[in-house]
Protein backbone atom coordinates (compact mmCIF):
# COMPACT_ATOMS: atom_id res chain seq x y z
CA UNK A 1 0.00 0.00 0.00
CA UNK A 2 1.17 3.45 -0.97
CA UNK A 3 1.17 6.36 1.46
CA UNK A 4 -1.40 8.39 -0.22
CA UNK A 5 -3.66 5.09 0.82
CA UNK A 6 -2.28 4.84 3.81
CA UNK A 7 -2.76 8.63 4.96
CA UNK A 8 -6.41 8.00 3.21
CA UNK A 9 -7.05 5.26 5.64
CA UNK A 10 -6.24 7.33 8.40
CA UNK A 11 -8.72 10.14 7.12
CA UNK A 12 -11.28 7.51 6.89
CA UNK A 13 -11.58 6.59 10.51
CA UNK A 14 -14.20 7.79 12.66
CA UNK A 15 -14.46 9.19 15.74
CA UNK A 16 -15.66 6.00 18.04
CA UNK A 17 -13.85 2.80 17.71
CA UNK A 18 -11.65 2.21 15.13
CA UNK A 19 -13.92 -0.54 13.29
CA UNK A 20 -13.87 1.03 9.71
CA UNK A 21 -10.19 1.35 8.72
CA UNK A 22 -11.48 2.71 5.19
CA UNK A 23 -15.26 2.62 3.52
CA UNK A 24 -14.11 2.68 0.01
CA UNK A 25 -12.20 -0.63 0.29
CA UNK A 26 -15.39 -1.84 1.11
CA UNK A 27 -17.72 -0.42 -0.97
CA UNK A 28 -19.23 -2.65 -4.03
CA UNK A 29 -18.66 0.35 -5.97
CA UNK A 30 -14.28 -0.16 -5.69
CA UNK A 31 -12.62 -1.78 -8.09
CA UNK A 32 -8.89 -3.83 -6.59
CA UNK A 33 -6.32 -3.55 -9.06
CA UNK A 34 -6.15 -7.64 -8.85
CA UNK A 35 -9.60 -8.87 -8.86
CA UNK A 36 -9.93 -12.43 -7.19
CA UNK A 37 -10.05 -15.40 -8.58
CA UNK A 38 -10.63 -13.75 -12.27
CA UNK A 39 -7.17 -15.50 -13.46
CA UNK A 40 -8.58 -17.89 -16.09
CA UNK A 41 -10.82 -14.59 -17.25
CA UNK A 42 -8.24 -12.39 -17.44
CA UNK A 43 -6.44 -14.92 -19.56
CA UNK A 44 -8.59 -15.47 -22.43
CA UNK A 45 -9.32 -11.29 -22.24
CA UNK A 46 -5.22 -11.33 -23.08
CA UNK A 47 -5.17 -13.99 -25.54
CA UNK A 48 -8.14 -12.22 -27.15
CA UNK A 49 -5.85 -8.63 -26.73
CA UNK A 50 -2.67 -10.56 -27.60
CA UNK A 51 -2.09 -9.19 -31.16
CA UNK A 52 -1.91 -5.84 -29.18
CA UNK A 53 1.74 -7.32 -28.04
CA UNK A 54 3.16 -6.99 -31.90
CA UNK A 55 1.36 -3.80 -31.99
CA UNK A 56 -1.61 -4.82 -33.67
CA UNK A 57 -5.36 -4.37 -33.39
CA UNK A 58 -7.38 -7.24 -31.80
CA UNK A 59 -10.74 -8.13 -33.42
CA UNK A 60 -14.26 -6.92 -31.94
CA UNK A 61 -15.01 -8.83 -28.75
CA UNK A 62 -17.93 -9.44 -26.47
CA UNK A 63 -17.60 -9.40 -22.88
CA UNK A 64 -20.77 -11.16 -21.24
CA UNK A 65 -21.74 -12.10 -17.42
CA UNK A 66 -24.80 -12.04 -14.69
CA UNK A 67 -24.54 -8.90 -12.25
CA UNK A 68 -21.76 -9.41 -9.71
CA UNK A 69 -19.64 -11.97 -11.94
CA UNK A 70 -16.40 -9.36 -11.72
CA UNK A 71 -16.77 -8.25 -15.11
CA UNK A 72 -16.25 -4.64 -14.44
CA UNK A 73 -13.38 -5.48 -12.02
CA UNK A 74 -11.29 -7.12 -14.45
CA UNK A 75 -12.29 -4.76 -17.35
CA UNK A 76 -11.10 -1.83 -15.69
CA UNK A 77 -7.97 -3.54 -14.13
CA UNK A 78 -6.60 -4.89 -17.39
CA UNK A 79 -7.28 -1.81 -19.11
CA UNK A 80 -5.83 0.28 -16.68
CA UNK A 81 -2.62 -1.77 -16.84
CA UNK A 82 -2.67 -1.72 -20.69
CA UNK A 83 -3.84 2.08 -20.78
CA UNK A 84 -0.47 2.83 -18.55
CA UNK A 85 1.75 0.64 -20.96
CA UNK A 86 0.65 2.07 -24.37
CA UNK A 87 1.69 5.58 -22.64
CA UNK A 88 5.25 4.46 -21.84
CA UNK A 89 7.67 6.50 -23.39
CA UNK A 90 9.48 4.01 -26.53
CA UNK A 91 7.70 1.36 -24.69
CA UNK A 92 9.70 -2.05 -25.16
CA UNK A 93 7.49 -5.39 -25.37
CA UNK A 94 9.23 -8.54 -24.67
CA UNK A 95 8.31 -12.60 -24.42
CA UNK A 96 9.73 -15.45 -24.76
CA UNK A 97 9.37 -15.62 -28.70
CA UNK A 98 9.58 -12.30 -29.62
CA UNK A 99 11.69 -8.68 -28.72
CA UNK A 100 11.34 -5.58 -30.40
CA UNK A 101 9.89 -2.02 -30.39
CA UNK A 102 6.02 -1.70 -31.52
CA UNK A 103 3.80 0.66 -30.71
CA UNK A 104 1.09 -0.08 -28.93
CA UNK A 105 -2.28 0.78 -28.96
CA UNK A 106 -4.03 3.11 -27.05
CA UNK A 107 -6.31 1.90 -24.24
CA UNK A 108 -9.10 3.71 -23.72
CA UNK A 109 -12.11 2.70 -21.32
CA UNK A 110 -15.43 3.98 -21.56
CA UNK A 111 -18.78 3.55 -19.04
CA UNK A 112 -21.81 3.50 -21.38
CA UNK A 113 -24.15 4.76 -18.31
CA UNK A 114 -21.92 8.27 -18.52
CA UNK A 115 -21.72 8.78 -22.30
CA UNK A 116 -25.15 8.65 -23.54
CA UNK A 117 -24.74 10.62 -26.58
CA UNK A 118 -23.03 11.00 -29.64
CA UNK A 119 -20.90 13.91 -28.59
CA UNK A 120 -19.84 12.38 -24.97
CA UNK A 121 -19.16 9.27 -26.51
CA UNK A 122 -16.38 10.67 -28.89
CA UNK A 123 -15.36 12.80 -26.74
CA UNK A 124 -14.53 10.56 -23.95
CA UNK A 125 -12.06 8.54 -26.18
CA UNK A 126 -10.58 11.45 -27.55
CA UNK A 127 -9.91 13.04 -23.68
CA UNK A 128 -8.37 9.77 -23.05
CA UNK A 129 -5.65 9.39 -25.96
CA UNK A 130 -4.33 13.57 -25.78
CA UNK A 131 -2.32 14.98 -22.94
CA UNK A 132 -4.46 18.21 -22.50
CA UNK A 133 -8.02 18.17 -22.08
CA UNK A 134 -10.96 18.47 -24.66
CA UNK A 135 -13.11 21.17 -24.48
CA UNK A 136 -16.81 20.65 -23.71
CA UNK A 137 -18.28 23.20 -25.02
CA UNK A 138 -18.08 25.39 -27.60
CA UNK A 139 -16.97 22.29 -29.85
CA UNK A 140 -19.32 20.65 -32.15
CA UNK A 141 -19.94 16.26 -32.51
CA UNK A 142 -18.55 16.57 -35.88
CA UNK A 143 -15.55 18.66 -34.79
CA UNK A 144 -14.87 16.08 -32.01
CA UNK A 145 -15.33 13.12 -34.15
CA UNK A 146 -12.66 14.46 -36.93
CA UNK A 147 -10.16 15.69 -34.06
CA UNK A 148 -10.39 11.89 -32.90
CA UNK A 149 -10.05 10.35 -36.27
CA UNK A 150 -6.79 12.95 -37.10
CA UNK A 151 -5.18 11.85 -33.26
CA UNK A 152 -5.90 8.11 -34.30
CA UNK A 153 -5.15 8.15 -37.66
CA UNK A 154 -1.34 9.37 -36.63
CA UNK A 155 -1.53 6.42 -34.32
CA UNK A 156 0.51 2.84 -36.40
CA UNK A 157 -1.11 0.76 -34.03
CA UNK A 158 -4.80 2.15 -33.33
CA UNK A 159 -6.85 2.38 -30.93
CA UNK A 160 -9.16 -0.69 -28.51
CA UNK A 161 -12.46 1.41 -26.76
CA UNK A 162 -13.40 -0.99 -23.96
CA UNK A 163 -17.29 0.21 -23.69
CA UNK A 164 -18.83 -1.36 -20.51
CA UNK A 165 -22.15 -1.70 -18.83
CA UNK A 166 -23.88 -2.14 -22.22
CA UNK A 167 -27.66 -2.24 -22.49
CA UNK A 168 -28.47 -1.39 -19.02
CA UNK A 169 -31.44 0.81 -18.57
CA UNK A 170 -29.48 4.20 -17.96
CA UNK A 171 -27.23 3.63 -21.02
CA UNK A 172 -26.90 3.41 -24.69
CA UNK A 173 -28.61 0.79 -26.26
CA UNK A 174 -26.94 -1.92 -28.42
CA UNK A 175 -28.19 -0.45 -31.73
CA UNK A 176 -26.56 2.76 -30.98
CA UNK A 177 -23.69 1.64 -30.14
CA UNK A 178 -22.83 -0.18 -33.50
CA UNK A 179 -23.37 3.07 -35.19
CA UNK A 180 -21.17 5.09 -32.78
CA UNK A 181 -18.70 2.34 -32.85
CA UNK A 182 -19.03 2.60 -36.72
CA UNK A 183 -18.50 6.22 -36.50
CA UNK A 184 -14.67 5.10 -34.70
CA UNK A 185 -11.76 6.08 -37.07
CA UNK A 186 -10.78 2.37 -39.03
CA UNK A 187 -7.63 1.67 -37.48
CA UNK A 188 -9.88 1.04 -33.88
CA UNK A 189 -11.62 -1.88 -32.63
CA UNK A 190 -13.91 -2.35 -29.06
CA UNK A 191 -14.47 -4.66 -26.52
CA UNK A 192 -17.81 -4.39 -25.20
CA UNK A 193 -19.04 -5.34 -21.89
CA UNK A 194 -22.44 -6.53 -20.56
CA UNK A 195 -25.46 -8.69 -18.92
CA UNK A 196 -26.74 -10.43 -22.25
CA UNK A 197 -25.93 -13.48 -23.61
CA UNK A 198 -24.73 -13.12 -27.39
CA UNK A 199 -27.87 -14.55 -28.79
CA UNK A 200 -29.42 -11.14 -27.08
CA UNK A 201 -28.11 -8.86 -28.45
CA UNK A 202 -27.26 -6.99 -31.86
CA UNK A 203 -23.41 -6.27 -30.69
CA UNK A 204 -22.77 -9.87 -30.97
CA UNK A 205 -22.84 -9.73 -34.99
CA UNK A 206 -19.92 -7.68 -34.93
CA UNK A 207 -17.66 -9.54 -32.73
CA UNK A 208 -14.77 -12.28 -33.39
CA UNK A 209 -14.90 -13.27 -29.87
CA UNK A 210 -17.23 -13.93 -27.33
CA UNK A 211 -16.02 -14.55 -23.68
CA UNK A 212 -18.13 -15.18 -20.47
CA UNK A 213 -17.55 -14.51 -17.05
CA UNK A 214 -19.17 -17.06 -14.75
CA UNK A 215 -20.36 -16.00 -10.96
CA UNK A 216 -17.77 -16.57 -8.35
CA UNK A 217 -17.68 -19.69 -6.53
CA UNK A 218 -18.89 -19.77 -3.05
CA UNK A 219 -15.43 -20.16 -1.41
CA UNK A 220 -13.68 -17.36 -3.56
CA UNK A 221 -16.46 -15.37 -2.72
CA UNK A 222 -15.70 -15.81 1.10
CA UNK A 223 -12.12 -14.78 0.30
CA UNK A 224 -13.12 -11.98 -1.29
CA UNK A 225 -15.28 -10.61 1.58
CA UNK A 226 -11.85 -11.43 3.56
CA UNK A 227 -9.59 -9.80 1.95
CA UNK A 228 -11.89 -6.55 1.80
CA UNK A 229 -12.16 -6.49 5.37
CA UNK A 230 -8.45 -6.97 5.72
CA UNK A 231 -8.27 -3.71 3.84
CA UNK A 232 -10.96 -1.75 5.38
CA UNK A 233 -11.29 -2.97 8.74
CA UNK A 234 -9.80 -3.90 12.31
CA UNK A 235 -8.14 -7.01 12.35
CA UNK A 236 -10.13 -9.82 12.95
CA UNK A 237 -13.90 -7.19 13.04
CA UNK A 238 -15.13 -10.03 10.21
CA UNK A 239 -15.00 -13.78 10.96
CA UNK A 240 -14.97 -16.55 9.09
CA UNK A 241 -18.13 -17.93 9.67
CA UNK A 242 -20.24 -14.39 8.65
CA UNK A 243 -18.04 -14.31 5.38
CA UNK A 244 -20.05 -17.63 4.70
CA UNK A 245 -23.08 -16.39 5.53
CA UNK A 246 -22.84 -13.55 3.59
CA UNK A 247 -21.00 -15.61 0.63
CA UNK A 248 -24.27 -18.36 0.48
CA UNK A 249 -26.43 -15.83 0.28
CA UNK A 250 -25.10 -13.85 -2.26
CA UNK A 251 -25.24 -17.06 -4.03
CA UNK A 252 -22.12 -15.77 -6.54
CA UNK A 253 -23.18 -12.08 -6.85
CA UNK A 254 -20.10 -10.22 -5.61
CA UNK A 255 -22.40 -6.81 -5.51
CA UNK A 256 -24.51 -7.93 -3.27
CA UNK A 257 -22.07 -9.59 -1.26
CA UNK A 258 -19.87 -6.31 -0.92
CA UNK A 259 -22.97 -4.50 -0.33
CA UNK A 260 -24.27 -6.42 2.71
CA UNK A 261 -20.56 -5.83 3.95
CA UNK A 262 -21.00 -2.58 3.53
CA UNK A 263 -24.06 -2.12 5.32
CA UNK A 264 -23.70 -4.34 8.59
CA UNK A 265 -20.38 -2.45 8.91
CA UNK A 266 -22.12 1.01 9.13
CA UNK A 267 -24.49 -0.90 11.31
CA UNK A 268 -21.93 -2.18 13.22
CA UNK A 269 -19.60 1.16 13.74
CA UNK A 270 -22.97 3.28 14.59
CA UNK A 271 -23.38 0.69 17.52
CA UNK A 272 -19.84 1.57 18.18
CA UNK A 273 -19.08 -1.90 18.70
CA UNK A 274 -15.33 -3.30 17.09
CA UNK A 275 -16.26 -6.07 15.03
CA UNK A 276 -19.33 -7.28 13.27
CA UNK A 277 -22.02 -8.83 15.21
CA UNK A 278 -24.69 -11.98 13.56
CA UNK A 279 -27.49 -9.53 14.13
CA UNK A 280 -25.49 -6.88 11.90
CA UNK A 281 -25.31 -9.42 8.79
CA UNK A 282 -29.12 -10.69 9.27
CA UNK A 283 -30.17 -6.95 8.98
CA UNK A 284 -27.52 -6.13 6.31
CA UNK A 285 -28.83 -9.32 4.07
CA UNK A 286 -32.50 -8.09 4.81
CA UNK A 287 -31.63 -4.51 3.52
CA UNK A 288 -30.17 -5.62 0.16
CA UNK A 289 -33.15 -5.87 -2.23
CA UNK A 290 -33.69 -9.02 -4.45
CA UNK A 291 -33.12 -8.26 -7.47
CA UNK A 292 -30.43 -5.10 -5.84
CA UNK A 293 -29.86 -2.25 -8.86
CA UNK A 294 -25.92 -1.71 -8.63
CA UNK A 295 -24.84 0.58 -6.30
CA UNK A 296 -22.22 2.00 -9.10
CA UNK A 297 -25.45 2.79 -11.46
CA UNK A 298 -27.05 4.76 -8.82
CA UNK A 299 -23.99 6.32 -8.18
CA UNK A 300 -23.27 7.28 -11.99
CA UNK A 301 -27.16 8.95 -12.47
CA UNK A 302 -27.19 12.75 -12.54
CA UNK A 303 -26.66 15.16 -9.69
CA UNK A 304 -29.50 16.24 -9.25
CA UNK A 305 -31.51 12.76 -9.69
CA UNK A 306 -28.69 11.24 -6.88
CA UNK A 307 -29.82 14.13 -4.62
CA UNK A 308 -33.76 13.55 -5.01
CA UNK A 309 -32.49 9.75 -3.79
CA UNK A 310 -30.22 11.38 -1.08
CA UNK A 311 -33.60 12.47 0.04
CA UNK A 312 -35.53 9.95 -0.48
CA UNK A 313 -33.68 6.94 1.31
CA UNK A 314 -33.63 9.40 4.72
CA UNK A 315 -37.72 9.75 4.24
CA UNK A 316 -40.05 7.48 7.02
CA UNK A 317 -43.05 5.73 5.94
CA UNK A 318 -45.62 8.21 6.13
CA UNK A 319 -43.52 10.39 3.33
CA UNK A 320 -42.85 7.18 1.29
CA UNK A 321 -46.35 6.13 1.54
CA UNK A 322 -47.72 7.61 -1.95
CA UNK A 323 -45.79 9.71 -4.72
CA UNK A 324 -47.37 12.82 -4.03
CA UNK A 325 -46.39 12.65 -0.52
CA UNK A 326 -43.08 11.95 -1.27
CA UNK A 327 -42.41 14.58 -3.89
CA UNK A 328 -43.78 17.13 -1.29
CA UNK A 329 -41.14 15.89 1.28
CA UNK A 330 -38.21 15.70 -1.17
CA UNK A 331 -39.09 18.92 -2.94
CA UNK A 332 -39.46 20.71 0.10
CA UNK A 333 -35.47 19.79 1.31
CA UNK A 334 -33.57 20.46 -2.76
CA UNK A 335 -34.09 23.55 -4.11
CA UNK A 336 -36.02 21.56 -6.98
CA UNK A 337 -40.08 22.20 -8.27
CA UNK A 338 -42.35 19.37 -7.02
CA UNK A 339 -42.74 18.85 -10.94
CA UNK A 340 -39.30 18.53 -11.40
CA UNK A 341 -39.38 15.70 -8.61
CA UNK A 342 -42.60 14.07 -8.83
CA UNK A 343 -40.61 13.63 -13.00
CA UNK A 344 -37.67 12.26 -11.24
CA UNK A 345 -39.18 9.67 -9.29
CA UNK A 346 -41.04 8.57 -12.25
CA UNK A 347 -38.44 8.32 -14.29
CA UNK A 348 -36.53 6.28 -11.29
CA UNK A 349 -39.11 3.54 -11.04
CA UNK A 350 -39.48 3.31 -15.20
CA UNK A 351 -35.82 2.51 -15.28
CA UNK A 352 -36.30 0.37 -12.11
CA UNK A 353 -34.17 1.92 -9.41
CA UNK A 354 -37.12 2.27 -7.46
CA UNK A 355 -40.62 0.69 -7.98
CA UNK A 356 -43.70 2.27 -7.54
CA UNK A 357 -45.65 -0.35 -5.44
CA UNK A 358 -49.37 0.15 -5.22
CA UNK A 359 -51.14 0.25 -1.52
CA UNK A 360 -54.09 -1.71 -0.96
CA UNK A 361 -57.69 -0.48 -2.24
CA UNK A 362 -59.02 1.11 0.56
CA UNK A 363 -63.40 2.14 0.56
CA UNK A 364 -63.86 4.97 -1.49
CA UNK A 365 -63.33 5.78 -5.33
CA UNK A 366 -60.38 6.55 -7.21
CA UNK A 367 -57.21 4.26 -7.49
CA UNK A 368 -55.15 3.65 -4.76
CA UNK A 369 -51.96 5.82 -4.14
CA UNK A 370 -48.65 4.04 -5.04
CA UNK A 371 -45.92 4.09 -2.50
CA UNK A 372 -41.91 4.46 -3.39
CA UNK A 373 -39.61 1.98 -2.54
CA UNK A 374 -36.08 1.76 -3.12
CA UNK A 375 -34.46 -0.86 -5.31
CA UNK A 376 -30.89 -0.55 -3.66
CA UNK A 377 -29.38 -0.87 -0.08
CA UNK A 378 -30.01 2.88 1.03
CA UNK A 379 -27.49 2.58 3.98
CA UNK A 380 -24.69 1.82 1.03
CA UNK A 381 -25.72 4.58 -0.97
CA UNK A 382 -26.40 7.11 2.22
CA UNK A 383 -22.73 6.49 2.93
CA UNK A 384 -20.96 5.87 0.01
CA UNK A 385 -22.97 9.59 -1.50
CA UNK A 386 -21.79 11.09 2.15
CA UNK A 387 -18.57 10.01 1.59
CA UNK A 388 -18.03 11.42 -1.93
CA UNK A 389 -19.76 14.64 -1.77
CA UNK A 390 -22.39 16.43 -3.50
CA UNK A 391 -21.53 15.31 -6.64
Given amino acids: MDIDARIKRRQRRDAGPRLVQDYEALAPVTHLDEPSDRGPVLERLLDHLDPVFDGRLPPNAY ?48 DARETTSEFAFYHRVLDALVDDRVPEHGIGTEEIRERLRERVGRSRAGVVVGVDHVGAPDSTDADRLVELFAGLPSNASWLAVGRQPPAETALAEYTATTIRVAPYRRQVLVDVLMARASEGLAQQALTHELA ?106 ESGVVERVQAEQRAGKGRPPSRVELRFPPTAFRRLYDLRGEP
Avoid at 93 to 106: D, K, Q
Fill in 244 to 349: RRIAEWADGNAHDALAALFVATDRASRADRDRLAPEDVDAAIAEVPDPSVSLGRVLALPANKQRVLRELVDLDADHRASVTATTEAVSAAVDLSAGTVKRYLYELA
Fill in 63 to 110: VHGPCGAGKTAVVTALFGHLERLSTQTQSVIYTSTRAGSPTAPGFVYV
